[in-house]
């Protein structure tokens, strides 16, 4: 057991758990908590996958900026809990269960099946000089650059959008 | 040892079904938005291992333009999840049913 092994166990396990405790929760305000968890905990699965300023992004901008934005919403709008997971609609929810655990069995015997650890091993030094703040920052402003602009302008346009549909209506 | 890529790969496949259902099964409006969030990080997920198996820095700067397509994507949504509540006083799904025919 090495120690990325032992980083991998513990933060894959609790974004699996966090995600599950997410959708199940009745209550939106502890969905969200437990949300940010998951985030946090994919922020240390980047880590160990060498992507730095991913990682960092992921907390500042999910864990933080997004989540606490669902918070506010989520307090403003006080909605009401539903019931327990398997209480309102039991035969629906079952249903549905059924069928997405069916396309979760495919899709692990597709990753099992194709064998993609037989053709891709890390090069450790490749991926770390892949994921660094240099190596993201040259590729964003050199190849990137026109989509970085583009990126600009949508968050611009978005903007706009959330202040005009969410504003009062004077008349 | 190095951990292999299918494991990254299952626990990605994992969180994105999670998200499926819960964008089902749910009927608050906001839980339902807060899954689909879930399900573009387990694409995430998918970008960056493939980009540090194979050493290109390509599916982190993916990763970038998700996050903000991301960001958009919450303000204008929670932006309409509030104007709907200031009009019908509800965000339960199966009572928003004015574009149904």
Not at chain 1, 76 to 94: A, G, S, W
Not at chain 2, 60 to 88: D, P, Y
Request: aromatic share 12%.
């Amino acid at each position: 057991m090495t120690l990325e092994l032992v980083l991998f166990i513990l933060f894959g396990s609790i974004c699996a758990v966090s995600s599950v405790m997410m959708i199940t929760r009745p209550n939106p305000v502890i969905s969200a908590l437990f949300l940010v968890l998951n985030f946090a905990s994919l922020a240390g699965l980047y880590l160990t996958l060498h992507a730095q300023f991913i990682a960092v992004a992921q907390v500042i901008v999910y864990a933080g900026a997004i989540m606490v934005f669902f918070l506010f919403v989520i307090m403003l709008l006080n909605p009401e809990t539903e019931k327990k997971f398997f209480k309102e609609k039991p035969k629906f929810r079952i249903f549905i269960v059924a069928i997405v655990a069916l396309v979760l069995f495919q899709l692990v015997y597709m990753i099992f099946l194709s064998q993609p650890s037989g053709e891709m091993t890390k090069e450790v030094s490749q991926s770390v000089e892949a994921g660094t703040v240099e190596n993201i920052g040259k590729e964003m402003f050199t190849n990137y650059v026109l989509p970085f602009e583009a990126a600009g302008y949508l968050l611009l346009a978005a903007t706009i959008g959330a202040l005009v549909l969410a504003k009062k209506k004077f008349e | 040892m190095q951990i292999p890529i299918e494991y990254y790969l299952i626990l990605s496949a994992f969180m994105f079904t999670v998200g499926i259902v819960g964008v089902l099964t749910r009927r608050n409006a906001i839980v339902v938005f807060m899954s689909i969030e879930l399900m573009l990080n387990s694409a995430n997920l998918t970008f960056i291992t493939f980009s540090s198996f194979l050493g290109d820095a390509a599916g982190q700067l993916f990763v970038f333009f998700v996050m903000a397509v991301a960001a958009a994507e919450a303000a204008v949504g929670l932006a309409i999840i509030i104007a709907i509540f200031r009009n019908k006083l509800t965000v339960n799904i199966d009572e928003i049913n004015i574009l149904k025919w």
